[in-house]
């Protein structure tokens, strides 16, 4: 079942990629967005085609103390929000030893605790209507980590991990939470990458994950217009997963990674029981 009645958006990284491929499904369904971008220009004329629809607000996702007033300006002009996105992001390619503690927080501060700030304003207003969904944007990389990607896909496992618990603590209020979990698709994700410097100890050993990220932009599989349209089907709609992956090559990886991991699990279950005192009584827990 979906529903045709108008919703309100805020996306953040609106101005490219999935964030534009969503703003623009959006408001061609007839929806409101804020648009939430760093340079208010770029979205000059989406704004001129949607002058009713569309607000476009200065906002830089990694700005905590930007979050409120963001939501308040939402409310302000429509009202409600209904959909939250979560989609500003970028990565660092390096070793583990590559990657400065610099690198590393950016990323956590865009990737988690910019979301984390944009959701805790926006959550009141949701709880009040008692409906909303909030969409975090992480990616294949947020459930399977790989070499040289360690500092992106440890924000985007600290999204999800946050982000399961939101869920739960949430539904009883009516809001659903939305991991979307993309293979490669085709942003400028892959033309905007920073790599660190590179060092002899891992200069061979990652020169193919190097070459093949940097390669990558412009012949990804996925079609984020398509993706945008699905995630807005879903927006107004009854039923929406805790995790969608999304294109086949995200399908494919994630269902290996659960299955190897159950059958890591199953491998190892003896040995593990075995940690527990021999007259311990099975805990009982609310969740």
Known sequence: MTTDATQTWIITGASKGFGRALADAALATGDNVVAA?????????MAAEYPGSCLVARFDARDTHAANG?????????????????????????AVEEVGDAQ?????????????ALVRAALPAMRDQRS??????????????????????????ALEG???????????????????EPSRFRTAFNAELEFSAVSDSYRDTLAPLRADMAGADGVQEGDPVR?????????????????????QEAVERL?????????????????????????????VRPV
């Open 70 to 94: 963001l939501v308040s300006t939402t409310l302000d002009r429509f009202g409600r929000l209904d959909v939250l996105v979560n989609n500003a992001g970028r990565a660092v390619i390096g």
């Open 255 to 283: 269902s290996g990674v659960y299955r190897r991991g159950l059958a890591e699990v199953e491998r190892w279950a003896e040995i593990a029981r075995s940690a527990d005192f021999d007259d311990a009584v099975s805990a």
């Open 227 to 247: 993706a945008a349209g699905i995630i807005v089907r879903l927006a107004h709609s009854d039923n929406v997963p805790l995790r969608l992956p999304l294109g």
């Open 132 to 157: 909303g969904t909030i969409v975090q944007m992480s990616s294949q990389g947020g459930r399977v980590a790989f070499p040289g990607v360690s500092a992106y896909c440890a924000s985007k496992f």
């Open 162 to 180: 946050w982000s399961e618990s939101l869920a739960a603590e949430v539904a009883p209020f009516g809001v659903r939470v939305l991991l979307v």
């Open 37 to 45: 971008v760093r340079n208010p220009d770029s979205m000059a004329v």
């Open 104 to 116: 590393l927080r950016d990323l956590m501060d865009l990737h988690l605790f910019g979301p984390a």
